[in-house]
């Protein structure tokens, strides 16, 4: 089942807060005609299973910042720039209607440099980005499709409970002091209940 999602609040240390645009943590995307399942072309969706509040840093709520950030909990860009597979594209009920995902990031099994390659081949965890920043609801959280993925041999399929298991590995790595490239951060976070569906209804692979 994926009725969880879970909130983190991603503050480096070490850089001046700033003042998010939007006091709130995130705009749940079904009060504004979007949805908390991304689209995967297919008719179903994956879930936006992690939620980077918009309170976070302001450091961490760009494309560069969450590449920083990914790689500090043992993510990387993907394989030489390599892309596997169609982008995603979700509606988070910001104004801009359905957007391709900002980028894909991949358990980097400790290199940053090519990691990544060894995902690509044995599997592991992964997830997409999507960035809340519409006219309507510019909160600038972060919404990720998370999910631990079958070796190459699979076709790159989801593992059964592959979204569980993905989002819950992500976020032991995320939360409490983490650091990459001198900048390091302190997450804390929290479950949220009520934004997905339960079960597998619309869920691409069906696994629950
Ligand atoms: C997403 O990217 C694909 C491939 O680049 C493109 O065909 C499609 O129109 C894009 N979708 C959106 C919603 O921008
Ligand atoms: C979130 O929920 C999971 C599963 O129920 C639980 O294991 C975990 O401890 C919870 N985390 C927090 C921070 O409450």
Same mark, same amino acid.
């Not at 939007?22 to 749940?28: N, Y």
């Not at 009920?93 to 801009?96: A, K, M, P, S, V």
């Given at each position: 089942m994926h009725s969880l999602s879970f909130l983190l609040l991603a503050l480096p240390a070490t850089l001046a807060l700033h003042v998010p645009r939007?006091?709130? *943590?995130?705009?749940?995307p079904r009060q504004n005609g979007g949805s908390m399942l991304d689209d995967t072309g297919n008719g179903l969706g994956e879930p936006l299973n992690v939620i980077i509040s918009g309170l976070s840093s302001s450091e961490v709520l760009s494309e560069e910042g969450i590449v920083n950030y990914a790689k500090a909990i043992g993510f990387s860009e993907e394989c030489l720039g390599i892309h596997l597979g169609d982008p995603q594209s979700a509606n988070l009920? *910001?104004?801009?209607g359905p957007v391709n995902q900002t980028i894909e990031l991949r358990q980097d099994y400790g290199d940053p440099d090519l990691g990544t390659c060894l995902e690509s081949l044995i599997g592991g965890n992964h997830f997409r980005v999507f960035i809340q920043?519409? !006219? &309507? &609801? !510019?909160?600038?959280a972060l919404f990720l499709a998370v999910s631990q993925e079958e070796d190459v041999t699979q076709g790159h399929t989801i593992t059964p409970d592959g979204y569980n298991i993905g989002r819950d590995l992500l976020v032991a790595n995320a939360l409490g002091d983490t650091s990459f490239n001198g900048v390091n951060y302190h997450t804390v976070g929290r479950n949220i209940t009520g934004l997905l569906p339960v079960g597998t209804q619309g869920v691409n692979h069906g696994e629950c």
């Open positions: 939007q006091a709130v *943590d995130f705009f749940d009920g *910001d104004g801009n920043n519409g !006219p &309507q &609801q !510019p909160t600038g």
